[in-house]
């Protein structure tokens, strides 16, 4: 897999990224794989940290693009 896609991710607001969190389809679609890719990462514990409210597992943006840059490193 390719994760130099967090350059062209580059462009959310710094603001944005401090505050928004992503629902499992929106991570799946900002990185661009199947949601069935996000539930697996998550059950193996390969994926980004998830943050439960509830039922619903939300993702924080920041967080994500943290993750993303440790994988690419």
Request: proline share 4%; hydrophobic share 45%; glycine share 6%.
């Amino acid at each position: 897999m390719n994760y130099d896609r967090s350059a062209m991710k580059r462009t959310v607001i710094a603001s944005e990224m401090d505050t928004k969190l992503l629902s499992a389809e929106e991570l799946a679609e900002f990185l661009s794989v199947p949601l069935s890719t996000i539930y697996y990462w998550r059950h193996v514990g390969n994926g980004p940290p998830a943050l439960r409210a509830g039922r619903l597992l939300r993702f924080d943006l920041a967080t994500v693009c943290a993750w993303l840059e440790r994988r690419a490193g």
